[in-house]
């Protein structure tokens, strides 16, 4: 497609259920972002992908939380026992490359995660 | 984690006014970006500033990015109802963009009275 896309768009767990997050950047990006963003509150960056290669993770609220990207193109943020403060949207952004420049993010839809 | 402080929380404005936002931080970003996020959907880029004391335009939107590269503001002119939705700004660490993290600030909502 021309843009982010991103699955589920909605995704209601119980608490403790691991959950996978599906996202699918523009092609041809090569790099990869995912975001976290509480109700009322602006995006916080949780971990970045240069290919398949994740090279920054310093997001990631805690060790539940899993990224990957194994081919270099989808990735998948996965929520491992999952707890009602995971609750919010997960956004996925991706830019053509890492030379620098005017990289732009483009945003997907986000997926909104409720824990119950 | 770290979020820029962006002002004011919320505008009521009627149509066809101007409107202005801004955005500070404690430390210096060598790229400011701002984006408007509509219901549902994810943030989409308006305006790029990659050069203190820059000012860019786009259609009624005009952008600055500030000299001491610690704060950036967003005016739009004559407001139309499709204005309506939650402005951000960010910062990015880096001159030009690239590879990392976006900084954003909590949002300014932008409401429109008939």
């Known amino acids: 497609g021309a843009g982010v896309s991103q699955s589920p768009r909605y995704k209601v767990a119980k608490r403790g259920q691991d959950v996978a997050l599906r996202c699918d950047p523009i092609s041809g990006h090569v790099s990869l972002f995912w975001y976290q963003q509480a109700l009322g509150q602006g995006p916080e960056f949780l971990t970045y992908f240069q290919n398949e290669a994740q090279l920054d993770k310093s997001g990631l609220p805690s060790d539940r939380f899993f990224a990957e990207r194994p081919e270099g193109s989808v990735s998948t943020l996965k929520i491992q026992r999952t707890q009602q403060e995971d609750s919010a949207v997960y956004l996925c952004a991706s830019s053509v490359g890492t030379s620098g420049g005017e990289e732009t993010q483009y945003f997907g839809p986000g997926t909104r995660l409720l824990v119950l | 984690g770290q979020q820029l402080n962006q002002s004011p929380q919320s505008m009521f404005i009627q149509e066809g006014e101007d409107v202005s936002m801004n955005c500070t931080s404690s430390?210096?970003?060598?790229?400011w970006l701002w984006y408007k996020q509509d219901p549902g959907e994810g943030p989409v880029l308006l305006i790029a500033l990659y050069k203190a004391g820059e000012l860019t335009s786009n259609g009624r939107l005009t952008a600055q990015f500030g000299i001491t590269r610690k704060d950036s503001f967003l005016n739009i002119s004559a407001s139309i109802p499709s204005d309506v939705g939650i402005y951000f700004c960010?910062?990015?660490?880096?001159?030009?963009?690239?590879?990392?993290?976006?900084?954003f600030g909590k949002g300014t909502h932008l409401i429109i009275q008939p």
């Open positions: 430390s210096i970003f060598n790229t």
């Open positions: 960010a910062g990015h660490p880096n001159s030009g963009g690239g590879a990392d993290g976006l900084t």
